[in-house]
């Protein structure tokens, strides 16, 4: 089941992120080493839950909550943009430690419905390209998400 984001959702969505995002973090930390890592992400949960917190608060009903069987086991940010006819996809994520199959198809299937009935033209998220995003890329092109852009980011110490 797809719901709207409630104030009492907030730490599981961030535990949720938190065990999710852990791959990721890790793999930047080797791309980037340790001192650059650490001054763009001084604390990646705290980067994590703040993401979050400063989404629900501004838009908590641009935020969806899987659940199955009374369990939250996915969410899903996004943002509507009515000037350029676009939604954007941000934090989003199905729990690591659940079982459970289909979560992440279900919440975009469930925000692209929003978006459509918003009158959105086009639907956009962004990912890494590293190993630890790969099941992201996948689970993006199932749910019909086909042109891509390729980039990279460069980071100096000074």
């Not at 949720?16 to 793999?27: H, L, S």
């Not at 009935?117 to 019909?144: C, F, I």
Request: charged content about 25%; proline content about 3%.
């Amino acid at each position: 089941m797809i719901r709207n984001y409630a104030e009492n959702d907030y730490e599981t969505l961030v535990s949720i992120a938190t065990r999710a995002w852990a791959k990721i973090f890790e793999g930047y930390r080797k791309q980037m080493g340790d001192e650059i890592f650490t001054l763009i992400y001084q604390n990646p949960v705290q980067t994590k839950a703040l993401q979050i917190r400063r989404h629900v608060d501004a838009h908590p009903d641009w935020c969806y909550v899987a659940e199955r069987n009374g369990k939250i086991v996915g969410f899903i940010t996004f943002a509507l943009i009515p000037e350029t006819g676009m939604a954007v996809i941000s934090n989003n994520a199905s729990d690591p430690d659940s079982s459970e199959k289909g979560v992440g198809q279900e919440m975009y299937a469930a925000a692209l419905d929003r978006f459509r009935t918003e009158g959105m033209r086009l639907a956009q998220v962004t990912t890494g390209l590293d190993e630890a995003h790969a099941p992201a890329r996948r689970a993006y092109e199932r749910a019909g998400f086909q042109k891509h852009t390729e980039s990279i980011t460069y980071y100096m110490k000074l």
